[in-house]
T-cell receptor, first 108, second 117 residues
Framework: DAKTTQPTSMDCAEGRAANLPCNHS???????VYWYRQIHSQGPQYIIH???NNETNEMASLIITEDRKSSTLILPHATLRDTAVYYC?????????FGKGTSLLVTP | GAGVSQSPSNKVTEKGKDVELRCDPI?????LYWYRQRLGQGLEFLIY????????KSGLPSDRFSAERTGESVSTLTIQRTQQEDSAVYLC???????????????FGQGTRLTVV
């Protein structure tokens, strides 16, 4: 089973920031936090990952708390195309263990 | 090619028949993964390859499922004597190195939608 906890669903208005939370209270010191998303009928797409420091790329920002027990993925200006299921994953072992994720609906 | 390629994209088979699903990973990617996604569910890990070896087969649901990888490239997932509960999208992913361990991204194919009737 996935070791992360995410809300089942969230809504966000187009053009606003989408803040997706994730709890990963069992994460160990050398495990990364990964975020992927899956748009309907497509394979998952990598968004971002981090270990301790906050990270930013062209898609999103990742804020990791100092104790590393939770993180927030920020899509700064959500568009309709960002409607998807967002997965927060603790990276351990060989493979990524996907949970149920958060279904984000971006509305006009 | 530029990405992970899976074939066929759709497969309808009769219960009891065998099926083979193919995955062409990104060239040079040593790690390859198979996942299963049932309708409305999350991704279920099936098997991981490092090169041509499969150190982790723990996710294969039964002995009807098997997978192989040759030439550190193409992988085939075989399901024997298919059952209706095997109906799902089967996703393949590859990464340069094991993605869970060292913080690299995994690239996914579009999946094979398997329907057992």
């Amino acid at each position: 089973d996935a070791k992360t906890t995410q809300p089942t669903s969230m809504d966000c208005a187009e053009g606003r920031a989408a803040n997706l939370p994730c709890n990963h209270s069992t994460i160990s010191g050398n495990e990364y936090v990964y975020w992927y998303r899956q748009i309907h009928s497509q394979g998952p797409q990598y968004i971002i990952h981090g270990l301790k420091n906050n990270e930013t790329n062209e898609m999103a920002s990742l804020i990791i708390t100092e104790d590393r027990k939770s993180s927030t993925l920020i899509l700064p200006h959500a568009t309709l195309r960002d409607t998807a299921v967002y997965y927060c994953i603790e990276g351990s072992g060989y493979a990524l263990n996907f949970g149920k994720g958060t279904s984000l609906l971006v509305t006009p | 090619g530029a990405g992970v390629s899976q074939s066929p994209s759709n497969k309808v088979t009769e219960k009891g028949k065998d099926v083979e699903l193919r995955c062409d990973p990104i060239s040079g990617h040593t790690a390859l993964y198979w996942y299963r996604q049932r309708l409305g569910q999350g991704l279920e890990f099936l098997i991981y390859f490092q090169g041509n070896s499969a150190p982790d087969k723990s996710g294969l649901p039964s002995d009807r499922f098997s997978a192989e990888r040759t030439g550190e490239s193409v992988s085939t997932l075989t399901i024997q004597r298919t059952q209706q509960e095997d109906s799902a999208v089967y996703l393949c992913a590859s990464s340069l190195v094991p993605s869970g361990q060292v913080g690299t991204e995994a690239f996914f194919g579009q999946g094979t939608r398997l329907t057992v009737v």
